[in-house]
Nanobody
Framework: QERLVESGGGLVQPGESLRLACVTPETNWIDKTMAWYRQAPGKEREWVASIYSGGTTYYADSVKDRFTISRDSGRGAIYLQMNVLKFEDTALYYC???????WGQGTQVIVSS
């Protein structure tokens, strides 16, 4: 059984939006530090955004002001709202429990015209 399951990826055009979701049956995980990472073709995995237990959020410079990470504890989920998507946002997006060092399997985002 997967402990972190991502969804919401897809094929979009530049300038469009997507919302990724990461759900876990381990409901106590969601209230701890969670993060989104991504890995573009031929590149190393990179950090995108984090949300801490108190709700503080941090973003990579490349996505700041375009992406928003959020949490819904009741649903056992975190989200990544991605707006004004660019070609360079194309990647496999992963969520991660930073506290427990557990990764999801990823969801693919492709930005193409």
């Amino acid at each position: 059984q997967e402990r972190l399951v991502e969804s919401g990826g897809g094929l979009v055009q530049p300038g469009e939006s997507l919302r990724l979701a990461c759900v876990t049956p381990e409901t106590n995980w969601i209230d701890k530090t969670m993060a989104w990472y991504r890995q573009a073709p031929g590149k190393e995995r990179e950090w995108v955004a984090s949300i801490y237990s108190g709700g503080t959020t941090y973003y990579a410079d490349s996505v700041k002001d375009r992406f928003t990470i959020s949490r819904d504890s009741g649903r056992g989920a975190i989200y990544l709202q991605m707006n004004v998507l660019k070609f360079e946002d194309t990647a496999l997006y992963y969520c991660k429990s930073e506290t427990y060092e557990i990764w999801g399997q990823g969801t693919q985002v492709i930005v193409s015209s």
